[in-house]
């Protein structure tokens, strides 16, 4: 199989860096879409970095070009910017699908949250984050790109035990509660870029060491039995 480069944006934040390392452990080249003061962990020192605003269409479509995927992890954070979420997961995510479709890009991989699109919610307290975030994969669902949405639980740093640790893989709307280290939500990314039965999907995940381990392609076959 050849190296595939595959570009990634959100790469300095706490999912992004992860998505990225484990690109790199599977031999593809990821290629870090930062902005100017963005600050990436030491593992990912020898990684391709190109540092652009989003907002910038040119810019974006000169980063994008020649890549074989990109992964979306760009998010808004809870804070008191309640504009953030319209501006980073609706409107953000849609200048990115628009970019990845003047530039030949087809497969796309969006890192977005359980219970999207849900209105009642203490998440949508931080300016309707979920409302944006549905917004956001709406955009992507509708472009005609080969997509694949990730829905994760409850984010968690930590990296120990994970090995042992099954994901839940379930489809939509499916899941409202549970966590899942981000680690494995990196795993998973690179699992549905690998995993053609995953495009036009959205797939909720979250993780228990009480669960078994399954890999997509099979709990892909329940999902849509």
């Known amino acids: 199989m050849s190296q595939r ?3 990634i944006t959100g790469a300095s934040g706490k999912t992004g860096f992860r998505i990225a390392e484990e690109l790199m452990a599977y031999g593809d080249c990821p290629r870090l879409l930062l902005r100017s003061e963005s ?14 605003s989003l907002q910038d269409p040119s810019a974006l479509d000169a980063a ?9 992890a760009t998010g808004a954070r809870p804070s008191i910017d309640l504009l953030g979420p319209m501006r980073v997961d609706a409107w953000g ?7 990845c479709l003047r530039v030949g890009v087809s497969r ?20 309707l984050i979920l409302v944006w975030k549905r917004i956001g994969e709406q955009a992507l669902e509708n472009s005609g790109l080969d997509w694949t949405v990730i829905r994760p639980g409850g984010l968690s740093e ?14 939509p709307n499916q899941q409202e509660k549970d966590s899942i280290p981000r680690r494995l939500v990196a795993r998973c990314c690179v699992e549905a870029l690998n995993t053609p039965a995953s495009i036009g999907k959205i797939l ?6 009480s669960r078994p381990l399954i890999a997509l392609p099979e709990a892909l076959l ?4």
């Open 158 to 171: 930590r990296e120990q035990s994970l090995e042992e640790e099954g994901v839940y893989w379930t489809g």
């Open 222 to 225: 329940s999902i849509d039995s």
């Open 39 to 52: 600050v990436i962990p030491e593992t990912l020192s020898n990684a391709e970095q190109v540092r652009i």
């Open 64 to 72: 994008l070009k020649g890549v074989d995927a990109l992964v979306i």
């Open 5 to 7: 480069t595959i570009a």
């Open 108 to 127: 796309v991989i969006l890192v977005s949250s359980l219970c999207a699109g849900r209105w009642r919610h203490p998440l949508n307290l931080f300016g």
């Open 93 to 99: 995510v849609r200048s990115q699908v628009e970019s």
């Open 204 to 209: 909720e995940v979250t993780s228990s060491a």
